[in-house]
């Protein structure tokens, strides 16, 4: 049973004109990743579906979230720490990500002047927008709320 139809659609086309192999493994592995709000790495991904009781392998759910992010359901993202991290781009809204270089919290937001300036650029430069990735790298002013500061 599929859970987000329109999502399958997207993908199933996807697919479909790469010439790759449709298997109910892969649609597994997309329902199971737009399920989780917010950020994920594969292997964390793997753990919960395992948890679930799922028999995917390791090794399709790592090429399944790359298809997926070719395909735009998924944003891979990358927060400074060379940890590949995704994130739904199904039925949420577009934002950035303002992450603490101390406890690594990861706090995210919106703001329409990024986008325009992303326009103004590419239009001054002679190219079409694509995606783009912006991230704030930030340190708690609340030091208490800052559970990995240790001082200095
Ligand atoms: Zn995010
Ligand atoms: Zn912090």
């Known amino acids: ?17 790469g010439k790759n192999r449709i298997t ?6 997309m329902d ?7 950020h994920f ?5 793997y753990i919960i579906m395992k948890n679930n009781k799922s028999r995917v ?15 735009d359901l998924l944003s891979l993202r990358n927060f400074g ?17 303002l992450i603490c270089l101390d ?5 995210e937001f919106t703001n329409n ?14 190219y079409e927008p694509s995606t783009y990735s912006f991230n704030l790298f930030v340190r708690c002013k609340n030091k208490k709320e800052c559970p990995y500061y240790h001082g200095n």
């Not at 199971?32 to 917010?38: F, N, Q, S, T, V």
């Not at 392998?57 to 395909?71: D, G, H, I, N, P």
């Open 1 to 17: 049973m599929i859970k987000n139809k329109q999502a399958a659609e997207i993908f199933r086309e996807f697919l479909k004109n």
């Open 24 to 29: 109910p493994e892969r649609f597994e592995v």
């Open 32 to 38: 199971a990743a737009l399920e989780i709000d917010g």
């Open 41 to 45: 790495s594969a292997d964390e991904l």
């Open 57 to 71: 392998s390791r090794a399709t759910v790592y090429k399944t979230l790359e298809l997926l992010t070719q395909c």
């Open 81 to 97: 720490d060379n940890m590949k991290r995704y994130e739904s781009n199904y039925k949420r809204q577009n934002h950035d990500h």
């Open 103 to 107: 406890c690594g919290r990861i706090v």
């Open 113 to 126: 002047k990024i986008k325009k300036i992303q326009e103004e650029i590419c239009d001054a430069l002679g």
